[in-house]
């Protein structure tokens, strides 16, 4: 391929058709005049722009209102850009559901759906369950299959560039799983997969309570627990997609595990009961000694793990999601804790879109992916490096 320049007549009008595609998604509608003010080009240049989006079905032509015409004379030609011109899917997968949410090119909430699935599920199973949740909710909106121009995955596990699942022991038979490959034969249209704990706290820096900070971690808190991170601004991988797997902190201790610490019998839990963990919980709000004691111990491991992402990376807020998400006592003593290990103290946060963090978040995935195909956004908060 040949060097492009600052001449390069290609490369200059896929700048121009960004910038004014920016512009019309930016607003209501607007005339060409508008369009030339705010973008500093020429008029001819935004026409042409225009007309060749309306040809890719990008923007379209508003109606002008009734009656202007005899008021004003010939009203000047308005134009909007067409969120329904294409449709984003993001999908969550986990041990005990699968979810889906659908929206538009402006990443407006169409619809969403979701199944339940045995922990025990095999991998065909629990995909087959995914693409039934995608074809329900499909079918529900009214949306066809070749309209949807981007997918976002959030699955547990270490992920790599391509979707396959490096190491996943969450869920049976999901380490070494070609997960991206599997999911791109259902869809005509990229599938972006990344580590459920990245994309909720993408899905919180977006919309949730980490929105209008640059520097994040969010803690998905739970018998394996993982953590996500913006840095600057954008997503923390790490170099192999390993960032924040913060479950295997007490290895360096050999300190008991999560499950363990919550047990009330002496017995540990099993790794993937949450609702054994919820009634852990609904009994220490009751006033159960046990549950109280149990609750503290997992608090006291939670703040060991939050501590040291946070003296790593200096975030300015914590969320903390996932099973601990909402539940009374916890926020409490993860602030007086961390006062006392950190050198400085973020602000502790719980998170606002709770359980559908993970599926908001891989939705914001595709989002940026079509953004950058789209709107030639130097970075997004997901991009892959």
């Not at 990344?194 to 929105?211: F, I, P, S, Y």
């Not at 908001?360 to 970075?379: C, K, S, Y």
Request: aromatic letters at 4%; charged letters at 25%; hydrophobic letters at 45%.
């Amino acid at each position: 391929m040949g060097r492009m320049t600052g001449g390069d007549p290609s490369l200059l009008r896929r700048i121009n058709s960004a910038v004014v595609l920016h512009a019309l998604r930016g607003t209501e509608c607007a005339t060409l005049t508008e369009i030339t003010r705010v973008t500093g080009l020429s008029r001819p240049t935004v026409e042409g722009v225009v007309e060749g989006q309306i040809e890719a079905g990008l923007v379209v032509e508003v109606a002008a209102e009734e009656g202007a015409a005899r008021r004003q004379g010939r009203p000047a030609r308005r134009f909007r850009f067409r969120a329904e011109a294409g449709y984003l899917l993001g999908l969550e997968i986990g041990s005990h559901r699968v979810s889906a949410v659908l929206s538009d090119l402006d990443g407006r909430i169409l619809g969403t759906s979701q199944k339940p699935v045995l922990a025990s599920a095999p991998a065909d199973e629990r995909l087959e369950r995914l693409r039934a949740t995608v074809a329900d909710l499909l079918r529900r909106t009214g949306v066809s299959r070749q309209a949807v121009r981007a997918v976002g995955v959030g699955s547990p596990g270490i992920v790599e560039a391509d979707g396959t699942v490096r190491l996943g022991t969450a869920l049976p038979e999901w380490t070494g799983l070609e997960l991206g490959e599997r999911l791109r034969r259902s869809f005509r249209c990229p599938v972006l997969v990344e580590n459920d704990a990245n994309t909720a706290a993408v899905a919180e820096h977006w919309k949730g309570a980490a929105a209008g900070s640059d520097d994040v971690v969010y803690v998905m808190a739970g018998l394996s627990p993982g953590a996500g991170s913006l840095i600057g601004g954008r997503l923390h991988r790490g170099f192999g997609g390993a960032a924040g797997e913060i479950g295997a902190l007490h290895l360096l201790g050999r300190g008991e595990t999560p499950e363990t610490l919550l047990s009330t019998n002496g017995e540990p839990l099993h790794p993937l009961d949450e609702q054994a963990v919820a009634a852990v919980f609904a009994d220490a709000r009751d006033g159960d000694a046990q549950a109280q004691a149990a609750l503290d111990r997992f608090v006291r491991r939670l703040v060991h793990d939050v501590a040291a992402l946070v003296l790593a990376l200096d975030p300015e807020v914590v969320v903390i999601g996932g099973w601990a998400a909402g539940l009374d006592g916890v926020l409490e003593p993860l602030r007086k804790e961390l006062a006392r290990y950190c050198l400085r103290t973020p602000r502790v946060a719980l998170s606002v879109l709770g359980e559908a963090a993970v599926a908001t978040g891989a939705l914001r995935l595709a989002l940026d992916h079509v953004e950058e195909q789209l709107f030639a956004v130097e970075t997004t908060v997901t991009a892959r490096r």
